[in-house]
């Protein structure tokens, strides 16, 4: 077999022109592609990741505003059990001082009726013993005791005046 | 003239009104002097003699008052 070196060159340069056509038009392409298709999924990772972070930010702040929500909801019902304790104390105190109030102003109107009460029958039994002691005297008074009497009044009453 | 009153609970006999008017007389001087001699059954007992204005008071019922008065005023 006899080497031509003209056919191997002419094969070398077919061979190189092939190669270039292949490297330009395909090669060069296909990474092309592929590097973009890297930097798309890179990018996807990245945005991924950051709303990845961004959720448990989101998860954190939602965590930190419900605590806070909570402790002011334990301070606004803590506070509202104190302020309802203390309207209660007071209005117990209110009560019972109008209670002790009242029942003092009733023991006070009762007995305010009882000494009225023991005046009135005193007087109604003066006014009877007055009555009874009228009407004893004028039985009992005959003519020989009135004159007597009269008499006796008179001596008094000329001493007197 | 000197005007008086004399309440009985009784009608006075002429001579208990001799007696009476002479005392009076004595009493103010006033010889002359002629009481009203009045019956009131509400004086009870005892005699009451008024003066012009001086009243001279010794009837039971003057008593009863005092009485009634002071148990009132215990009350």
């Not at chain 2, 059954?41 to 009485?67: C, F, H, N, Y």
């Amino acid at each position: 077999m006899e080497i031509q070196p003209l056919q191997i060159l002419f094969q070398i340069i077919n061979f190189s022109a092939v190669l270039g056509a292949l490297t330009y038009f395909l090669y060069k392409p296909i990474l092309k592609i592929l590097e973009e298709r890297a930097n798309r999924i890179e990018e996807g990772q990245a945005a991924a990741e950051k709303a990845l972070i961004g959720q448990n930010q989101v998860e954190d702040l939602k965590k930190q505003v419900k605590h806070k929500a909570e402790k002011e909801a334990a301070k606004i019902l803590e506070d509202a059990q104190t302020a309802a304790q203390e309207k209660r104390s007071s209005l117990l105190a209110q009560a019972k001082t109008e209670a002790l109030l009242e029942v003092e102003r009733v023991r006070t109107s009762w007995n305010e009726e009882k000494q009225q009460s023991m005046q009135q029958m005193k007087l109604q039994f003066t006014e009877a013993v007055i009555a009874t002691s009228e009407k004893v005297i004028g039985q009992s008074l005959d003519t020989k005791a009135h004159s007597k009497l009269i008499e006796q009044e008179f001596e008094q009453l000329l001493k007197v005046a | 003239m000197t005007k008086v009153v004399v309440s009985t609970a009784i009608e006075l006999s002429d001579k208990q009104r001799s007696v009476i008017t002479a005392a009076l007389a004595a009493k103010t001087g006033s010889p002359d002097i002629a009481p009203d001699f009045v019956t009131d059954p509400s004086v009870l007992g005892g005699i009451k003699v008024i003066i012009d204005s001086q009243e001279l008071d010794g009837t039971l019922r003057a008593r009863l008052d005092k009485v009634e008065h002071q148990l009132v005023s215990h009350l």
